[in-house]
């Protein structure tokens, strides 16, 4: 057993061994850093059974919410720029300052903010950040609502609430949870809304003056979730007060009937059922998928003892497994750039309605020209502003014609 009592050190030699003990810690969190990049681009956590990173590093590694989110977010920044590895392990930047510098770096600043935060205290960086790089809005987790009232507790024993990572639960950002001490059946959350959720908030309190005369936002809350809670369960598990027959969905369809997915979620009890192979259960309950056992594009049927919650990382695990991750990452590139040339298209369209309508044409002639630019494909927007006015010309043109023949 490890005595960590120190009393027998002399000054010079307890000196000596805390410096060593800071530099090899600085490198072992450096080469920590590495291995969690490492594990992360791999995304070994999904065969682990965990929905993700966050996940892995609190329930497998034990680490804090609060360390496990630093270190990740250190991680990826790191892993993009490596120049942040040697910061760390050389002592010039500590773990917060990679943390800060994250989300501002990119490959043209990057080794400037490493020389501006190097040997600089947190306090310091964020001085430095905040003249370079001001904030937009103000600070999340403020109550900025006045008017409304607010349930007050006394003395609450502040509870940080978990970070956000990808495929991890966690509270919105910019929320805090605090629950009052020897009472943690009541919960405090402080939030800053926008005006337009200010006043659908007010609205619904004077919808519910007759029920909640007092306009207690907890209580008003509170129904709005039993509402929601009804609809997303209707839309997300087919759940229904009187629930009716599906059709059976046609062979190599995608659709899941609405029993199914009944029957399913309350099977699965609404939770990941990926089983690692040591036997640990995913426990992830957000951004869950009905899964087919048997791939769609291999004759898989959607009835309720061939189908199971997936969370997102364990359904596309399972489609790598059963396809290849190679084949998957070109399916999911295709759809990324489907997605991305359907937003394009849409943005240009939106720009050749507005051009046409400050020249002048009628809402319905515009509409049109639209119309037959988006057949050019992958035209740019003066390609489709162009086609668009050849367009209102020939049509003006036949309807000078047919005018012409009239009698």
């Known amino acids: 057993?490890?005595?960590?009592?120190?009393?027998?050190?002399?000054?010079?030699?307890?000196?000596?061994?805390?410096?060593?003990?800071?530099?090899?810690?600085?490198?072992?969190?450096?080469t920590l850093l590495a291995h969690i990049a490492e594990v992360d681009d791999r995304k070994l956590f999904r065969p682990a059974g965990y929905p993700s990173m966050h996940a892995y590093c609190v329930d497998e590694l034990h680490l804090s919410e609060d360390a496990a989110k630093k270190r990740i977010q250190a991680a990826r920044a790191s892993r993009q720029f490596p120049m942040l590895f040697t910061a760390l392990a050389e002592g010039r930047l500590h773990l917060g300052a990679l943390c800060m510098l994250a989300p501002h770096l990119t490959s043209d600043n990057?080794?400037?903010?490493?020389?501006?935060?190097?040997?600089?205290?947190?306090?310091?960086?964020?001085?430095?950040?905040?003249?370079?790089y001001p904030l937009q809005q103000g600070p999340a987790g403020t109550v900025l609502v006045s008017p409304i009232p607010i349930l007050r507790q006394p003395a609450p024993e502040v509870i940080p609430a978990p970070p956000s990572d990808e495929g991890a639960p966690g509270h919105p950002e910019g929320t805090q949870v605090q629950c009052p001490p020897q009472n943690c059946e009541r919960f405090l959350v402080q939030l800053t809304i926008s005006r337009s959720t200010r006043d659908k908030l007010r609205y619904v309190q004077?919808?519910?003056?007759?029920?909640?005369?007092?306009?207690?936002?907890?209580?008003?809350?509170?129904?709005?979730?039993?509402?929601?809670?009804?609809?997303?369960?209707?839309r997300k598990t087919g759940s229904a007060r009187r629930p009716r027959a599906s059709t059976p969905p046609a062979p190599r369809s995608r659709y899941v009937p609405a029993h199914v997915r009944r029957a399913v979620w309350e099977r699965d009890r609404g939770r990941c059922t990926f089983v690692s192979a040591s036997g640990t259960r995913c426990n992830a309950r957000r951004l869950l998928e009905f899964d087919h056992v048997d791939p769609v594009a291999r004759g898989g049927r959607a009835t309720v003892d061939r189908m199971r919650l997936r969370c997102r990382a364990h359904n596309q695990y399972e489609a790598e497994r059963a396809f290849g991750s190679r084949f998957m990452e070109r399916k999911r590139d295709e759809a990324r750039a489907a997605t991305a040339k359907a937003r394009a298209a849409t943005e240009h369209a939106k720009d050749v309605l507005a051009g046409l309508r400050n020249l002048g044409c009628r809402a319905n002639e515009a509409?049109?020209?639209?119309?037959?630019?988006?057949?050019?494909?992958?035209?740019?927007?003066?390609e489709r502003m162009r086609a668009a006015l050849r367009y209102l010309s020939l049509e003006s043109r036949a309807a000078g014609e047919r005018g012409h023949h009239d009698p």
């Open 1 to 30: 057993m490890h005595d960590y009592t120190l009393t027998h050190l002399c000054d010079a030699v307890l000196i000596r061994d805390l410096l060593a003990l800071v530099a090899r810690d600085r490198a072992t969190t450096a």
């Open 367 to 382: 509409r049109r020209a639209v119309e037959f630019s988006e057949n050019l494909g992958n035209a740019t927007l003066d």
């Open 206 to 234: 004077s919808l519910l003056s007759h029920a909640v005369p007092s306009g207690d936002v907890a209580q008003v809350l509170d129904r709005a979730l039993d509402v929601l809670i009804l609809q997303l369960e209707r």
């Open 110 to 132: 990057a080794a400037m903010l490493v020389e501006a935060a190097t040997h600089k205290s947190k306090c310091e960086i964020e001085e430095w950040l905040a003249h370079r």
